[in-house]
């Protein structure tokens, strides 16, 4: 079982969607927990961080960690299609020394 | 802006050939990192370096050997490429060990092993 498990999509939803993605985990000393988005043919790059539980808003972006279920969610409000991408989910121990991923999500916003 | 940049976007090389993928990165950063990424495997850890001349195996460190003679120089390379290590390879950077500030990405190198 991996430790960070993610649907692989794809997700197809129209522009101005609320956006819904999700990971689970099984590590429970997961304390940190990242998304990054991947453009195509790009390098992930970091979108969202928390720590712990609880939730955390940037624009148009929220995330959610509820460590009671082992489970992270990302939100987009009023998704556009600059927006399409594929979504990974990142999590690492307080005292670890590197990041585990999911193995990412595929969405794209149509118009 | 600050940057990971990998060498080459494209290589394609030989079963057999050794190669050698460059990663540099410009924010003075101690901890390197290189991943491969697949299609339903996500990212896979090769190798990691903390500091200058050291390195340490990630999940799957076969095939692979590094290099960190300078501190925003990180090399990769395959001793012998075969073409199971098909695959995008990705250099990532970071300030804190612990990866608490997130990781940096180069674009990638897209391997073709023929």
């Known amino acids: 079982q991996k430790e960070v498990e993610q649907d692989p999509g794809p997700l197809s939803v129209p522009e101005g969607a609320i956006v819904s993605l999700n990971c689970t985990y099984s590590?429970?000393?997961?304390?940190?927990f990242m998304w990054y988005r991947q453009y195509s043919r790009k390098g992930p790059e970091l979108l969202m961080y928390?720590?712990?539980?609880g939730n955390k808003e940037d624009g148009r972006f929220t995330a959610q960690v509820d460590k009671s279920s082992k489970y992270i969610s990302l939100f987009i409000r009023d998704s556009q299609p600059s927006d399409s991408a594929t979504y990974l989910c990142?999590?690492?121990?307080?005292?670890?020394?590197?990041?585990?991923f999911g193995t990412g999500t595929q969405l794209k916003v149509e118009l | 802006d600050v940057k990971v940049t990998q060498s080459s976007r494209y290589l394609v090389k030989r079963t057999g050939e050794k190669v050698f993928l460059e990663c540099v990165q410009d924010m003075d950063h101690e901890n390197m990192f290189w991943y491969r990424q697949d299609p339903g495997l996500g990212l896979r850890l090769i190798y990691f370096s903390y500091d200058v001349k050291m390195k340490e195996k990630g999940d799957i460190p076969e095939g692979y050997s590094v290099s960190r003679e300078k501190k925003e120089r990180f090399s990769l390379i395959l001793e012998s490429a075969s073409t199971n290590q098909t695959s995008m390879y990705l250099c990532?950077?970071?300030?804190?060990?612990?990866?608490?500030?997130?990781?940096?990405f180069g674009s990638g190198t897209r391997l073709t092993v023929v």
């Open positions: 928390t720590y712990s539980s």
């Open positions: 990532a950077s970071s300030f804190s060990r612990t990866g608490s500030y997130g990781y940096t």
């Open positions: 990142a999590s690492f121990t307080g005292g670890g020394n590197k990041l585990t």
């Open positions: 590590n429970s000393a997961f304390q940190y």
